[in-house]
């Protein structure tokens, strides 16, 4: 009773949770425990956040674009990460359908929340994928998309922009779908980066 915190997923959050992402009540039980163990106040804030991204990314310089995964994640905008958005989080980069994870890349790069995405929101989120190449992987880079600049530029050119234009979240969602050099270019993966 009153402020003591429980060790126990409250069955509303563990019910949604298994009705919104692949995991098992046990996975999410133990997942449970562990996050309370690393994160006693039940929080992850975006500088614990930004450590923990870093940790996968040593060589390079990862703040920037964890900033923006975490603003995605953020989904109460309160500059903390609970539980069931650490999950949702967890689930919708690792595990699921290609619409659900590229609704989740409309959100991170809708930087300002607007519900749509204009090119300098996409020369913003590929800045900080660039500060995630190493500089060996940069050189491995096609002429036309070895800068954050060209490589929005191409991005913008895919969707059929004109430079003050807006993208819808269906825009995107389908653009993407259907062009699959689209995506290559609008997420972080390290082995793509040598693709020509």
């Not at 059929?160 to 997420?187: A, P, V, W, Y």
């Given at each position: 009773m009153g402020n003591t915190k429980s060790s126990a997923l409250s069955k509303d959050i563990l019910d949604d949770l298994k009705?919104?992402?692949?995991?098992?009540?046990?996975?999410?039980?133990?997942?449970?425990?562990?996050?309370?163990?690393?994160?006693?106040?039940?929080?992850?804030?975006?500088?614990?956040?930004?450590?923990?991204?870093?940790?996968f990314f040593p060589d390079v310089d990862p703040k920037e674009y964890a900033q923006h995964v975490f603003r995605s994640f953020d989904t109460n905008n309160d500059g903390t990460l609970d539980f069931k958005e650490y999950i949702i989080a967890l689930h919708l980069t690792s595990s699921s359908k290609m619409s659900q994870k590229l609704e989740w890349a409309f959100s991170l790069y809708d930087v300002d929340g607007n519900g749509t995405i204009n090119k300098e929101e996409i020369l913003e989120i590929v800045k900080a994928i660039f500060k995630m190449?190493?500089?060996?992987?940069?050189?491995?880079?096609?002429?036309?998309?070895?800068?954050?600049?060209?490589?929005?530029?191409?991005?913008?050119?895919?969707?059929?922009?004109?430079?003050?234009?807006?993208?819808?979240?269906?825009?995107?969602?389908?653009?993407?779908?259907?062009?699959?050099?689209?995506?290559?270019?609008?997420?972080?993966d390290p082995q793509k980066t040598r693709e020509s």
């Open positions: 009705m919104n992402t692949k995991y098992t009540e046990e996975e999410l039980s133990v997942w449970y425990q562990t996050f309370l163990k690393e994160c006693p106040n039940g929080l992850i804030t975006m500088k614990q956040f930004e450590k923990i991204y870093g940790s190449i190493n500089e060996d992987d940069r050189k491995n880079l096609p002429e036309d998309e070895n800068t954050p600049e060209k490589r929005a530029d191409k991005i913008w050119e895919y969707f059929g922009k004109k430079d003050n234009d807006k993208l819808s979240e269906g825009e995107f969602i389908q653009g993407t779908l259907k062009n699959r050099d689209i995506l290559r270019l609008i997420q972080f």
